[in-house]
Structure formats: structure tokens, C-alpha cells
């Protein structure tokens, strides 16, 4: 004689737990029945129609194959076997309150703090004002930011260290997710003194590149775009690590600097340096945000991405 194969109602055991067992709405409409003793009232209490609720239990009491409820005049009370049932609902319920309150914290966790890392230009030129906007929308959010070239980024990004980043260079490694959010371009300025700033003919692409210039260090998104440009370079005049610094050197003299449109506007207007105009090459960029292969990013870093795009 073989055993039985036989689940709940009948249902063999590999059916679908979801297929065999009540869902949550149907067993809090069974727990308030038992509270209030009336189906109406239990209905009034979740916001749905005496109809419905009736609908409810019966499809219940079909996938359990058992009666439930008696209705009557006076109102509805549960059988023997529904009393039962209403006690292991009662456990399925507080569980589901359990994981729903752990749920909650964890968002809560999650969207109590951003970290951001941003290469130099971004970092120093656009992200004040999206950071400013992101606090008004949600002002409990700590967000810390580092700033660093567009390759430091990246490994920031791939290591977990940083929920967004935002990088200037010509891509990204594998394992990166990217949307372009703004571009910028990129401009050859010298000092009023340098010979540049009187000539009157553009700057060729090959004499760029054979020019000593003041640059930011390798890994930075300004040298990604100016070698996948030009080719190779010739021997930095001075390397330094932020973009600040290159445009206070080329202030101070030091020679041409290649730096973004976005870092210089203040000194080009008040004739601290001067543009030169370039032929043969254009030099521009697109900005992205980027994160970790795998769904867009969710909670403070959703709505910062979307200020960037409001602002771009």
C-alpha cells in the first residue's frame, strides 16, 4: 500500500507554499472576525466591502478545506476548527509584523547615511549645489564625500566603500553601471604674461602635446582626456593632485595648464588667465555617475542622481 502523497486540501507537498497557504490579508480579515466577533466589523476595520470580505473567507475556507466561520443574524463566530486556524494565523501575522519592522530599519539604516566619491571637478565645482539640494529633500541623510581622480573612484565604487560616484575620465572599468549626467570641455589657459596669451594663430594638437605642461596626476579624468586626445604627452612641467592647485599655478605663472571650463570661468573673466584657442583637436568630456553593476541605485543616492540630472 503506498503512502499518501497528499498536502493540505489535498494539495501534494511540492505545490508552492503561496499556493497552500492563506495570504496575509485573508488571516488578519480571520483574526479581526475573532476579535469582533462580527464580519462586518472586521471588514469596516481593513477598509473593504462586506462582499469582499465574505470572499475572502470562503476562498480561505476552500484552500483549507475547512468551514471557518458560522454566519448568522447575530453575527459570525468561529467554528472549532477555525479557532484553531485563528491561532496559528495569529503567529503568521506577528511574524510578519516582525520581518516588516526589521525591513523598515534596515531602509531606515540605509537611507541614514550616503557615501559619495566624486573626481576633483565634480567634486569641488557641482557637488555643493546637488548636496545643498539633497539636505532639503532629506535632511536626516549624513553624507560623506571623498574626493579623488576618476580612477580612485572607481575602486571605491567596486570595493563597496561608495554608494555613487561621479567621474570626469573617458570610461569606466567593468563592473561599473554609468549614466551621463552633464559635459563639460576643457580649455588650454595660461597666465596674461605667457607668450600664448598674445599669439595670434590656435595652438596645434601637436604642439600641445609636446608642451610641458602643469597637469593633474595620472588616473585623474583631465589626463584621461587629454592622452586619449593627444596621444602621448610630453614630460609633465609640475603633477599635482587637485584642480585647485593647477589653477593656482597657472596663475602664479608656472606655464599652461589644461583644466575644465567649470573650474576657471572666475579667473577668465577677471583676466587672470587667458584661454587659447586650439585647432585640430577638441577637448571634451562627458560626467557620469556611476555605481555597481546591478539595479539603479535606490533611496538618498536615487534622489541625489536625480538632482543631477534637474541641475546638469
Do not use: C
Request: aromatic share 2%; hydrophobic share 45%.
Amino acid at each position: 500500500m503506498s503512502e499518501s502523497t497528499g498536502g493540505v486540501g489535498g494539495a501534494p507537498p511540492h505545490t508552492p507554499l503561496a499556493h497552500r497557504v492563506p495570504d496575509l490579508g485573508a488571516l488578519e480579515l480571520l483574526l479581526g472576525v475573532a476579535r469582533l466577533g462580527s464580519l462586518g466589523r472586521a471588514a469596516r476595520e481593513l477598509g473593504i466591502t462586506q462582499p469582499a470580505a465574505s470572499g475572502r473567507i470562503r476562498a480561505m475556507e476552500r484552500l483549507l478545506g475547512v468551514t471557518l466561520v458560522d454566519r448568522s443574524p447575530r453575527g459570525s463566530r468561529l467554528t472549532e476548527a477555525g479557532a484553531l486556524v485563528t491561532d496559528w494565523a495569529r503567529r503568521v501575522v506577528e511574524a510578519a509584523e516582525a520581518f516588516d519592522a526589521g525591513t523598515q530599519a534596515l531602509r531606515g539604516r540605509r537611507d541614514s547615511r550616503l557615501r559619495v566619491a566624486a573626481s576633483m571637478t565634480i567634486a569641488e565645482y557641482l557637488l555643493p549645489g546637488w548636496l545643498i539640494a539633497l539636505r532639503t529633500q532629506r535632511p536626516d541623510t549624513a553624507v560623506s564625500l571623498l574626493a579623488g581622480n576618476s580612477t580612485a573612484v572607481a575602486e571605491r565604487l567596486l570595493s563597496g566603500t561608495a554608494d555613487l560616484g561621479f567621474v570626469e575620465g573617458v570610461g569606466v572599468p567593468p563592473g561599473l553601471d554609468t549614466a551621463v549626467i552633464a559635459h563639460d570641455r576643457l580649455v588650454v589657459v595660461v597666465p596674461p604674461a605667457h607668450p600664448w596669451a598674445r599669439r595670434r594663430r590656435p595652438v596645434s594638437a601637436a604642439e600641445l602635446a609636446g608642451t610641458p605642461l602643469i597637469l593633474r596626476e595620472e588616473g585623474s579624468g583631465t589626463r584621461q582626456v587629454l592622452v586619449a586626445a593627444l596621444g602621448e604627452l610630453a614630460r609633465p612641467l609640475i603633477e599635482l593632485s587637485s584642480t585647485t592647485a593647477v589653477k593656482a599655478a597657472a596663475v602664479g605663472g608656472a606655464g599652461p595648464a589644461v583644466l575644465s571650463e567649470l573650474a576657471v570661468g572666475e579667473e577668465l573673466a577677471a583676466r587672470r588667465l587667458v584661454a587659447v584657442p586650439l585647432r585640430d583637436v577638441t577637448l571634451t568630456r562627458a560626467l557620469r555617475a556611476a555605481w555597481p553593476t546591478g539595479p539603479r541605485p535606490t533611496g538618498p543616492a536615487r534622489d541625489l542622481l536625480a538632482l543631477t540630472r534637474s541641475r546638469g
